[in-house]
């Protein structure tokens, strides 16, 4: 029989950013042509070429990695400073702080390297970035470039925040980055819930507590501790990093701090967070002050306070963390291949991160990568509402209101900073303002929790809202819908304990699953699993 000859080439390309990670290059590997030649008479030589075949392609793989590892005496921060140092910017990307919602016109500007939290009239600021310098690159070009980091682990890329680093904050030196690799959150298809609770197929839930210190307020910390170490590396007065906190801020922001070897000092309500939260902040040796009063007093002191002392204030009145937050809304963009869902639903507060969302959408509209924005819900516990209340009034006359507790204590906020940031996001976003009541995102969360999830009560008042959206059909079946978890559920696990043991006062705790106390006795424990295992 005639011989059938085969011939196998085996070549492939990297594309990764280029030293200065501005633009792509494609890196040719060495290719190799094998060819393998079969006949009914043969068969060992078939099973020689391709014990051939298998040590070439071992050897092709090890002289990649001969090529391309770092020397073993660097590390992955001295290798990205090596491949700067040779390649400087020359694209000309620069942020700077201007007044939020300010005029075009305004030639109010700051510096990043500024000190400064308010305008001159006492409002809110905003980071602006040189869009035009941006627009030079179209939109394919960058979902290449953001997608060629992603699941890498190059210095600062490997980060989800730093992977957009040219939108993030695109001065700072990587010598200067101080990141945990955050972000890069997974993005689930809530399969069950959808489908047998709300009656949906496209359901999913960005899972942002499953970042280093358990939520989502790693994604701006990483951004605020770095500018903070590129300002005491610039000989700037910055003695330390401060915030007011209900206890997902302060475990950030001792955790970057402490990776800086930058002190942290941390303002608590007492008695009003989790100690898994408590806990976070004094393991990672910030100073903790634990104070007589709510989130909005330990907010008032940390103002005056950084007012009088060279601490840098870390609260999202500082519009830098921001720039973090939204990457969050470009990674839920990138993990739909770049598809835009129709709804996005954030638990809000302090309100800086429905802005921040907002902000991570419209630029990937502004520079191409999507051609418009998803709809955005916010979602507010009944028991610290303020921003409800104003969308309910048709947002005339804002009052803030006296939080009071509430299982979501991260949101227990009742005179939010961010509020004009929020209004404007929502106005834009054609968005929605919806509540939860603790009973509502007790039942929401344990409900869900059924379905595989473990949700934070935070993400419950997201649930509850969603819930009630698709009874009043504003959000259809077949509406693609993200759901944004903030929190990771095992900070608030005296919630669940009190939940499912059915000792919350007035709730009717509806989805609660307690142990069973049974004997230790074969026939007992046969009753019990035959009664709960009888098919219905």
Same mark, same amino acid.
């Given at each position: 029989?005639a011989? *059938?000859?085969y011939s196998?080439l085996?070549?492939s390309s990297?594309v990764s950013?280029?030293?200065?990670?501005?633009?792509l290059?494609r890196?040719?590997?060495?290719s190799?042509s094998i060819?393998?030649s079969?006949?009914?008479?043969?068969?060992?030589?078939a /099973?020689?070429s391709?014990?051939?075949m +298998?040590?070439n392609?071992n050897q092709?793989?090890?002289h990649?990695?001969q090529?391309?590892?770092?020397p073993?005496?660097?590390?992955?921060?001295?290798e990205?400073?090596?491949h700067n140092?040779?390649?400087?910017?020359n694209h000309?990307?620069?942020?700077?702080?201007?007044? %939020?919602n300010?005029s075009?016109?305004?030639?109010?500007?700051?510096?990043?390297d500024?000190i400064?939290?308010?305008?001159r009239s006492?409002?809110l600021?905003d980071?602006?970035h040189?869009m035009?310098?941006?627009r030079k690159f179209?939109?394919?070009?960058?979902?290449?470039?953001?997608d060629s980091r #992603?699941?890498?682990?190059s210095?600062?890329?490997g980060?989800?925040?730093w992977?957009?680093?040219e939108?993030v904050?695109?001065?700072?030196d990587s010598d200067?980055?101080?990141?945990?690799?955050e972000?890069n959150?997974n993005?689930f298809w809530?399969e069950r819930?959808?489908k047998?609770?709300l009656g949906m197929?496209d359901?999913?839930?960005?899972?942002c507590g499953?970042?280093?210190?358990?939520?989502?307020?790693?994604l701006?910390?990483t951004?605020l501790?770095?500018q903070v +170490?590129r300002?005491?590396?610039?000989?700037?007065?910055v003695?330390?990093?401060?915030?007011?906190?209900?206890g997902?801020?302060s475990?950030?922001?001792?955790a970057?701090c402490?990776?800086?070897?930058?002190?942290?000092?941390?303002?608590?309500? *007492?008695?009003? &967070?989790?100690?898994a939260?408590l806990?976070q902040?004094?393991?990672n040796g910030?100073?903790?002050?634990?104070l007589d009063t709510?989130?909005d007093?330990c907010?008032r002191?940390i103002?005056e306070?950084t $007012?009088e002392?060279p601490?840098?204030?870390a609260?999202?009145?500082n519009?830098?963390?921001?720039?973090?937050?939204?990457?969050?809304?470009? !990674?839920?963009?990138?993990?739909f291949d770049?598809?835009?869902p129709d709804?996005?639903?954030v638990?809000?507060g302090?309100l800086? +991160? &429905?802005?921040?969302?907002y902000k991570?959408?419209?630029?990937?509209?502004e520079l191409?990568l999507? /051609?418009?924005i998803p709809?955005?819900?916010?979602a507010? $516990? *009944?028991n610290?509402?303020p921003?409800?209340?104003?969308?309910k $009034?048709?947002?005339?006359d804002f009052?803030?209101v006296k939080a009071?507790?509430t299982?979501?204590?991260a949101?227990?906020?009742?005179?939010p900073?961010?509020?004009d940031r929020?209004?404007f996001?929502?106005k834009n976003?054609d968005?929605?303002?919806? !509540?939860?009541?603790?009973? !509502?995102?007790m039942n929401a969360?344990?409900?869900?929790?059924?379905?595989g999830? %473990?949700?934070c009560?935070?993400?419950?008042v997201?649930?509850? $809202?969603?819930?009630k959206l698709?009874?009043?059909?504003?959000?259809?079946?077949t509406d693609r819908?993200v759901?944004?978890? #903030?929190a990771?559920g095992?900070?608030f696990t005296?919630?669940?304990?009190d939940y499912?043991s059915?000792?919350?006062?007035?709730?009717?705790?509806?989805f609660?699953?307690?142990p069973v106390?049974?004997?230790a006795?074969?026939g007992?424990?046969?009753d019990?699993?035959?009664?709960k295992l009888k098919?219905v």
């Amino acid at each position: 029989m005639a011989a *059938a000859t085969y011939s196998l080439l085996l070549q492939s390309s990297l594309v990764s950013p280029s030293p200065n990670h501005k633009h792509l290059v494609r890196t040719p590997k060495p290719s190799i042509s094998i060819s393998i030649s079969c006949s009914s008479h043969s068969s060992e030589q078939a /099973d020689l070429s391709l014990s051939n075949m +298998n040590q070439n392609q071992n050897q092709l793989q090890q002289h990649q990695y001969q090529q391309h590892r770092r020397p073993a005496t660097e590390n992955i921060r001295e290798e990205a400073h090596r491949h700067n140092s040779s390649s400087p910017n020359n694209h000309g990307f620069s942020a700077k702080y201007v007044p %939020f919602n300010a005029s075009p016109s305004t030639e109010e500007e700051y510096s990043l390297d500024d000190i400064i939290y308010r305008s001159r009239s006492g409002g809110l600021l905003d980071v602006a970035h040189d869009m035009d310098a941006l627009r030079k690159f179209d939109g394919k070009y960058w979902k290449e470039l953001f997608d060629s980091r #992603t699941g890498r682990n190059s210095w600062p890329y490997g980060s989800g925040v730093w992977s957009k680093k040219e939108w993030v904050l695109p001065g700072i030196d990587s010598d200067h980055i101080i990141s945990l690799f955050e972000g890069n959150s997974n993005l689930f298809w809530a399969e069950r819930f959808g489908k047998e609770v709300l009656g949906m197929n496209d359901l999913w839930v960005k899972n942002c507590g499953i970042s280093h210190t358990g939520s989502f307020k790693d994604l701006g910390m990483t951004v605020l501790i770095s500018q903070v +170490n590129r300002l005491r590396k610039m000989n700037r007065p910055v003695l330390g990093v401060g915030c007011a906190s209900t206890g997902d801020t302060s475990a950030a922001l001792s955790a970057y701090c402490a990776a800086a070897g930058i002190p942290g000092i941390v303002f608590l309500p *007492a008695n009003r &967070i989790s100690i898994a939260q408590l806990v976070q902040p004094i393991a990672n040796g910030a100073f903790v002050l634990s104070l007589d009063t709510d989130f909005d007093g330990c907010m008032r002191l940390i103002r005056e306070v950084t $007012a009088e002392l060279p601490i840098y204030l870390a609260n999202s009145l500082n519009s830098l963390r921001l720039e973090g937050q939204k990457t969050a809304a470009i !990674e839920i963009l990138q993990q739909f291949d770049w598809e835009v869902p129709d709804w996005v639903i954030v638990p809000g507060g302090n309100l800086g +991160n &429905i802005y921040a969302f907002y902000k991570g959408f419209t630029m990937c509209r502004e520079l191409g990568l999507v /051609d418009r924005i998803p709809r955005l819900v916010c979602a507010q $516990a *009944a028991n610290a509402n303020p921003l409800y209340l104003h969308y309910k $009034a048709g947002w005339s006359d804002f009052r803030s209101v006296k939080a009071i507790s509430t299982f979501a204590s991260a949101i227990q906020i009742g005179d939010p900073v961010s509020i004009d940031r929020a209004v404007f996001a929502l106005k834009n976003s054609d968005g929605i303002v919806e !509540e939860a009541t603790e009973e !509502e995102l007790m039942n929401a969360t344990s409900e869900a929790d059924l379905t595989g999830m %473990f949700n934070c009560p935070h993400t419950g008042v997201a649930l509850a $809202a969603l819930i009630k959206l698709r009874k009043s059909k504003v959000i259809g079946p077949t509406d693609r819908t993200v759901v944004v978890s #903030t929190a990771h559920g095992l900070k608030f696990t005296q919630s669940k304990i009190d939940y499912h043991s059915e000792r919350i006062p007035d709730m009717s705790c509806k989805f609660a699953n307690p142990p069973v106390q049974v004997k230790a006795d074969f026939g007992s424990v046969m009753d019990v699993l035959r009664k709960k295992l009888k098919p219905v």
